[in-house]
C-alpha cells in the first residue's frame, strides 16, 4: 500500500470516529456553494483519492464526489491537516470550478 493510501485510510477513520474539526474557510465554502458538513464526510469517506499532498505543512488535497440528489453527483475537494494523530482539520472544501481547475483533477492556468 503507498504512503498516501496509508494516509487517506486514517484520515477516513478519524472522520468516521467523529475525530475532526470543520474551519470557518470550509464553512464559508459550504454557505457559498451550497453544500453541507455531510456532503464533506461524504466525499472523504467514500471513493477519494488524494490528488495532492503538501506533506510539509502536513496538509493534503483529497477528491471525492457526494449526492446533491438522488441522481444529481458534483465532485469535491477538501483539504485537509493531518498534523495531529488523533485529529482531522478540515480547513477548507470546495466544488472545482473554472478558471482555478479545467477538470476536478486538472489545475487551470490563471
Not at 458534483?74 to 482531522?88: F, K, N, P, Q
Not at 466544488?95 to 492556468?109: A, D, E
Amino acid at each position: 500500500m503507498s504512503q498516501e493510501n496509508i494516509l487517506l485510510e486514517r484520515i477516513k477513520q478519524l472522520v468516521v470516529s467523529g475525530k475532526y474539526r470543520v474551519r470557518i474557510h470550509t464553512i464559508r465554502h459550504m454557505i457559498a456553494e451550497g453544500f453541507y458538513e455531510a456532503n464533506i464526510i461524504e466525499t472523504v469517506t467514500g471513493e477519494s483519492r488524494i490528488i495532492e499532498n503538501y506533506p510539509d505543512d502536513c496538509r493534503c488535497l483529497i477528491l471525492g464526489r457526494f449526492h446533491f440528489k438522488k441522481a444529481a453527483i458534483s465532485s469535491l475537494h477538501v483539504v485537509c491537516e493531518y498534523s495531529r494523530s488523533d485529529l482531522i482539520d478540515i480547513v477548507t472544501a470546495y466544488i472545482p470550478q473554472k478558471p482555478w481547475w479545467v477538470s476536478s483533477t486538472q489545475r487551470g492556468k490563471m
